[in-house]
């Protein structure tokens, strides 16, 4: 797959059948959409296209900070090229670009920059200055541009029942388990180790704190969780804890912290990439620390048994 920031470097390709959203998760109704794409594609000997924005557009129109995102932009590249996507384009959302009526995002975007041979959009997908484009004027002045065009019917849509405002919901309130269900794997996220106050080893657990590269990255609801880690070329199985540990830290400083099964090395300023498998509790204080020394056994167990089945 072939990855365009910006116009600039994306040249004149045979027949581009385009997409366009934002599509965080890629979860399985943006793979139908994409599925869809490469079989167009394939039929009218072109090359697949998806149109995608940076920032997210609702970042710049609404000035949303609470809007977590369920992918980094590098993510959505891998997981985009694993599905065999031909090009990526991610085009910078700016207030002036939003300012561009319907009309001359169809004409200056789609047909002057990246010469849409076919235009595969769905029912309820909107754009330009308002959201005053949609599916009917694209039908409407479809005779009038070199494009064709194919709209994806609403119960073709509807009928796999996701959206990624659903998938944010699962993952903050602690139903990781339904990502996997609308989405085919499991949820990711990467940080570097950083330097935290020492307390796992007191308790004979010692964590690896990580500071997540993302800081619109949406985090799963606090809690112990069984995962499986990546460090360099190394896959570790562990536990994580996310949350503000009030059974040892005073400050309620909420964290991210994974406990490497049989790993004893030096990781500080390390990459760590976690894959959340499953959820094993709630967060809550221990009214001692042997109560959570016992319950941290306990995790490890259940993890453990988790991650080997």
Known sequence: MKVHHGIESYRKIKNPVVTVGTFDGVHFGHQKIINRLKRIASECNGESVLLTFDPHPRKVLFKDRSLKLINTTDEKIKILSELGLDHLVIYPFTNDF????????????????????????????????????????????????????????????????VSSTKIRDAIENGNIHLFKEYCGRNFEFSGSVVYGNGIGKTINTATANIKLDNDDKIRPADGVYAVLCQLDNNFLKGIMNIGVRPSIDINHQKSTEVHLFDFDKNIYKKLLKVEVISKIRDEIKFPSLDDLKNQITKDIKEAKKILNS
């Open 98 to 161: 939003s300012k561009f009526s319907a009309e001359e995002y169809i004409s200056e975007l789609l047909v002057k920059k990246l010469r849409t041979h076919y235009l595969v959009i769905g029912y309820d997908h909107h754009f330009g200055n308002k959201r005053e484009g949609d599916i009917n004027l694209l039908k409407k002045v479809e005779k009038n541009y070199p494009f064709n065009l194919e709209e994806i019917k609403a119960h073709e849509i509807d009928e796999i029942k």
